[in-house]
């Protein structure tokens, strides 16, 4: 079994920063792509942002891009989103998991067998 434990979540201002970590135990960390979702209520969980097994290569939708950066240290088993100019419309319940494939179905919930179980962001205008 993977634990992810998620941290890091709160209560910010629009155009503050954010970073997000997210620790892995179980097995090893290193075998598994990890991404971060976010989810607001009654909206499907929408892909943040995903890292590849040696964390030299990421994927970042259009929309986030220059904002959001995913990181993984593999030393720490830990992944973080940093998240800049945080804008009321990224509040959300933020989520990692860890993933199956590096590829192009990355932003597939279906290709993640382990989530964490969830850290707030608000942000207030």
């Known amino acids: 079994q993977v634990q992810l434990v998620e941290s890091g979540g709160g209560l910010v201002q629009a155009g503050d920063s954010l970073r997000l970590s997210c620790a892995v135990s179980g097995r090893t960390f290193s075998a598994y792509p990890m991404s971060w979702f976010r989810q607001t209520p009654g909206k499907e969980r929408e892909f943040v942002a995903g890292i590849n097994e040696r964390g030299d290569n990421t994927h970042t939708p259009v929309s986030l891009k220059g904002r959001f950066t995913i990181s993984r240290d593999n030393a720490k088993n830990t992944v973080y989103l940093q998240m800049n100019s945080l804008r009321p419309e990224d509040t959300a319940v933020y989520y990692c998991?860890?993933?199956?494939?590096?590829?192009?179905?990355?932003?597939?919930?279906?290709?993640?067998?382990?989530w964490g179980q969830g850290t707030q962001v608000t942000v207030s205008s």
């Open positions: 998991a860890a993933g199956r494939h590096w590829g192009p179905s990355l932003e597939d919930l279906l290709e993640y067998d382990y």
